[in-house]
């Protein structure tokens, strides 16, 4: 069992940056950390992530040229720098960390471990 905490979150004005980390109990037996948000009434959205023992990261569509993953290892903590932020950023975002090789980075259901989630309100 992976323990993830998010930190960072807050309340921020349109056009402002914010930082979110999650720090992982283990990375050794991830395959993928990813970063998703929720709206109230909306889907869980993937906004990014990365395969953790390459470095690799992939960004969702909503925020690519944006958002930037990254991570270090020496304290199992991945970031997610948030720029140019919109009032449609408004969520609580979650953090996932997944096991399992060859799942989607993007796809919520391969994730079976979830941090408690940070809200991030930016205001117009």
């Known amino acids: 069992q992976v323990q993830l905490a998010e930190s960072g979150g807050g309340l921020v004005q349109a056009g402002a940056s914010l930082t979110l980390s999650c720090a992982a109990s283990d990375t050794f037996s991830l395959y993928y950390m990813g970063w998703f948000r929720q709206a109230p009434g909306k889907e869980r959205e993937f906004v990014g992530g990365i395969r953790w023992s390459l470095g690799i990261t992939y960004s969702g569509d909503s925020v690519k040229g944006r958002f930037t993953i990254s991570k270090d290892d020496t304290s199992n903590t991945m970031y997610l720098r948030m720029n140019s932020l919109k009032p449609e950023d408004t969520a609580v975002y979650y953090c996932?960390?997944?096991?399992?090789?060859?799942?989607?980075?993007?796809?919520?259901?391969?994730?079976?471990?979830w941090g408690q989630g940070t809200q991030v309100t930016v205001s117009s």
């Open positions: 996932a960390g997944s096991p399992i090789w060859g799942t989607s980075v993007s796809n919520p259901s391969d994730y079976p471990y």
